[in-house]
C-alpha cells in the first residue's frame, strides 16, 4: 500500500460495517445499502444498514466505556492529548478526506479542503477547551463550604445532515469528547464514509473502544429509536426543522437533554451605502456556497430600492460566471446537489414560484450539456418579482436558489427580515457601523454577518432562534450542553448540627 509520511493511505472500502466497541461488525440482520456519487451516480460502496438491536448494542458500548475502564479515568490533559492528536492524524489523511468528502457528497474540491481544514481545527479548540472546565465557589453561610464540579452529561447519541459530513461530525463528537462523554453517531445514510473514516481515526489516535461508534441506517427508523432509547442520556441533532420538533416529543419521554441545530430561511440585507461590489460578490458566495445546501444560505436577498437595478444586473452577471460541472476540477463553483429527489424537490420549488407570481431571473433548470446526463445537478437559479408572504420566501428550499426583494427603509427591511419562522443566519451590507450593529441587534436570528459571507470559525457559537433550534456549537460555551453542574455543599462548622434540637 502507497505510504504518507509514514502511515497507510486511507482508501476508499467497497463495504463499511458498523462501527461498535472498536471493531467494525456488521448489522444484526445483515441488511446493506448504497451509498452513490452524486455527481455521476455510481455506487461508493455498501454500508450496514444498522437494526434497533445494533443501536442497543452500540449505546451499550458507549454505556460501558462511560462507566469503567479508561475513559472515565481519564484526565482532561489527557484528552486533550487524545484531541490533538486526532487531528495530526486528520491533518496527514487531509487529502483522503477531502476525496472522500467529494465522492460521497458531490461538493467542490475547494469546498471539501475548507469544511475538512475546520473539522481538523474544531478537535484543536476542543482540545485546547477540555482543560477550561472548572466549577466555582460560591458564598454560603459561615460553617460551610460550596463547590460546583463539572461532569460529563453521559451517553450522547448525535444525529447529523449530509451537507457537511465530516465538518458535522467534527462539530458533534470534539466536544463531546473534551467533555468526557462518549458517543453514537449516526451520519446521514446518503454521506458516511467520513464518518466511518474519523472513527478510525480516533481510534488510531488512543481514543479506547467503545468511546466513539458509528451506526448507519434508517433516519426514519434508528433516529427515533435513538431517541427514545433509556441508554442515551443526551442528543444532538442538526437537520430539518420537522424532525427536530420529532426529536423533542420523543426525548421528552426520558428527559433528555436536547440540543437542536435546524433549518433557516437566511435575510441578507444591501443597504443603498455599500460597498457594491463587496456585496455582490459576498451575497453570490451566501447563496450558491456548498450547492447552497447549507442551513443558513442566505436565501433572502432584501435590496433597497435605490441601488436595486445596478445590484442586480452586476448580480446575475456574476451568477451567469459560477461554474457547475465535475466537482473534482479545479476552477469548478458548484457540485451535484444530494440526490435526484432532492433535486426534485428544488426544482418544484423554482416552478411554485413562477405559479405565485415571481420571475426567473437566471437559471431555474438542470444545466445542459453530455456531461449532465448523470448526477443530480442544478443552476445557480435567481428569482425576482417575489414578496416575503409567497411561500418560495418563507419555506427552507436547501439548494441553490435565491428569492430577491426590494425594500424602502430600515424599519421596512428589519420587519421583513423579522418576518419568517427560523432565525439562523443573516447578513448586513452597509459602510455604515452604526446602522449595521443597529441592525444586527433588532435581527432575530443567531447568527449576524457585516460586510462578511462568513458565519462561523471555531471559536464562534452557532445557533439559531426560533424555529432553528437551540443550543450554540462550535465554541466554548457548546462544553455547557455536554456536561451537568454539580452542587457540593460541605458542614465544616466545629459543632456537631442538631437543626431538630432534640
Aim: aromatic share 10%.
Amino acid at each position: 500500500m502507497p505510504m504518507r509520511k509514514g502511515r497507510p493511505l486511507m482508501t476508499i472500502k467497497k463495504h463499511y460495517p458498523l462501527f461498535i466497541n472498536g471493531q467494525y461488525v456488521e448489522s444484526s440482520n445483515g441488511e446493506v445499502f448504497e451509498t452513490v456519487n452524486p455527481a455521476t451516480e455510481e455506487v461508493i460502496a455498501t454500508v450496514a444498514k444498522a437494526t434497533k438491536a445494533d443501536v442497543d448494542r452500540a449505546v451499550e458500548a458507549a454505556r460501558t466505556a462511560f462507566e469503567s475502564g479508561k475513559w472515565p479515568k481519564m484526565t482532561a490533559a489527557k484528552r486533550a492529548r487524545l484531541l490533538n492528536q486526532i487531528a495530526n492524524l486528520m491533518r496527514e489523511r487531509f487529502n483522503d478526506l477531502v476525496y472522500a468528502e467529494v465522492l460521497n457528497s458531490g461538493k467542490t474540491v475547494d469546498a471539501a479542503k475548507g469544511q475538512i481544514m475546520q473539522a481538523i481545527e474544531d478537535f484543536e479548540f476542543y482540545a485546547a477547551a477540555a482543560i477550561t472546565l472548572q466549577g466555582d465557589t460560591n458564598q454560603v453561610p459561615n460553617g460551610f463550604f460550596n463547590y460546583t464540579v463539572k461532569e460529563p452529561v453521559g451517553v450522547c447519541g448525535q444525529i447529523i445532515p449530509w451537507n457537511y459530513p465530516l465538518m458535522m461530525a467534527a462539530w458533534k463528537i470534539a466536544p463531546a469528547l473534551a467533555a468526557g462523554c462518549t458517543v453514537v453517531l449516526k451520519p446521514a445514510s446518503y454521506t458516511p464514509i467520513t464518518a466511518y473514516m474519523l472513527a478510525e481515526i480516533c481510534q488510531e489516535a488512543g481514543v479506547p473502544d467503545g468511546v466513539v461508534n458509528v451506526i448507519t441506517g434508517s433516519g426514519s427508523e434508528i433516529g427515533p429509536y435513538m431517541t427514545e432509547h433509556p441508554g442515551i442520556d443526551k442528543v444532538a441533532f442538526t437537520g430539518e426543522t420537522e424532525t427536530g420538533k420529532d426529536i423533542m416529543r420523543r426525548a421528552s419521554g426520558t428527559l433528555k437533554r436536547v440540543t437542536l441545530e435546524l433549518g433557516g430561511k437566511s435575510p441578507n440585507i444591501v443597504f443603498d451605502d455599500c460597498d457594491i461590489e463587496a456585496a455582490v460578490n459576498g451575497s453570490l458566495y451566501g447563496i450558491f456556497y456548498n450547492t447552497g445546501q447549507s442551513c443558513e444560505a442566505r436565501s433572502r436577498l432584501f435590496v433597497h430600492e435605490a441601488i436595486y437595478d445596478e445590484f442586480m444586473e452586476k448580480f446575475i452577471e456574476k451568477a451567469s460566471r459560477i461554474r457547475v460541472g465535475n466537482p473534482f476540477e479545479k476552477g469548478v463553483h458548484m457540485g451535484a446537489v444530494i440526490s435526484r429527489s432532492h433535486q426534485q424537490v428544488i426544482d418544484g420549488y423554482v416552478k411554485l414560484a413562477v405559479e405565485e407570481g415571481g420571475e426567473v431571473l437566471y437559471g431555474g433548470k438542470v444545466p445542459e450539456g453530455d456531461e449532465f446526463a448523470k448526477g443530480y445537478w442544478y443552476m445557480p437559479t435567481v428569482i425576482g418579482n417575489v414578496t416575503n408572504d409567497m411561500r418560495v420566501a418563507q419555506e427552507e428550499i436547501f439548494g441553490p436558489v435565491v428569492v430577491v426583494m426590494k425594500f424602502r427603509d430600515e424599519e421596512d427591511v428589519i420587519r421583513q427580515a423579522n418576518d419568517t419562522i427560523f432565525g439562523l443566519g443573516s447578513a448586513v451590507w452597509t459602510k455604515d457601523h452604526g446602522r449595521a450593529h443597529r441592525v444586527a441587534s433588532r435581527i432575530r436570528a443567531g447568527i449576524v454577518m457585516i460586510n462578511s459571507p462568513i458565519s462561523a470559525f471555531p471559536g464562534t457559537p452557532f445557533g439559531g432562534y426560533k424555529q432553528s433550534g437551540f443550543g450554540r456549537e462550535l465554541a466554548l460555551e457548546t462544553l455547557n450542553l455536554y456536561t451537568e453542574t454539580k452542587s457540593v455543599v460541605s458542614y465544616i462548622g466545629s459543632k456537631p448540627l442538631n437543626l431538630f434540637g432534640i
